[in-house]
Nanobody
């Protein structure tokens, strides 16, 4: 059974940094490498939105303007883990951050993590 477990969230002051991790388990063999991985955020009262996606070949989608230059997605296939480095955090970054996996060959095979709360406040 595939599981995505996010960690690294918490409370931080504006201008601070956090590094989110998403550890994937239950993938047979080295199949994690065949999944495109994404981070989404969902702010209170708003819809879930894409923050960043890193494809199985390492290609990264353009970040939305709201996080461009501040957030960086990366992955370590040997550790079945995807990361989101968040710098210069702003109060508007406050949200629950979710990890998402999509099979590159079978797009209907997808998984979500349970989310991790990030709160940016002075």
């Amino acid at each position: 059974q595939v599981q995505l477990v996010e960690s690294g969230g918490g409370s931080v002051q504006p201008g601070g940094s956090l590094r989110l991790s998403c550890a994937a388990s239950g993938f047979a063999g080295s199949t994690f490498m065949y999944y495109d991985m994404s981070w989404y955020l969902q702010a209170p009262g708003k819809e879930r939105e894409l923050v960043a996606r890193i494809y199985s070949d390492g290609t990264i989608t353009n970040y939305p303007d709201s996080v461009k230059g501040r957030f960086t997605i990366s992955r370590d296939n040997a550790k079945n883990t995807v990361y989101l480095q968040m710098n210069s955090l702003k109060p508007e970054d406050t949200a629950v951050y979710y990890c998402y996996a999509q099979n590159k060959y079978y797009s209907s095979i997808t998984y979500w993590g349970q989310g991790t709360q990030v709160t940016v406040s002075s």
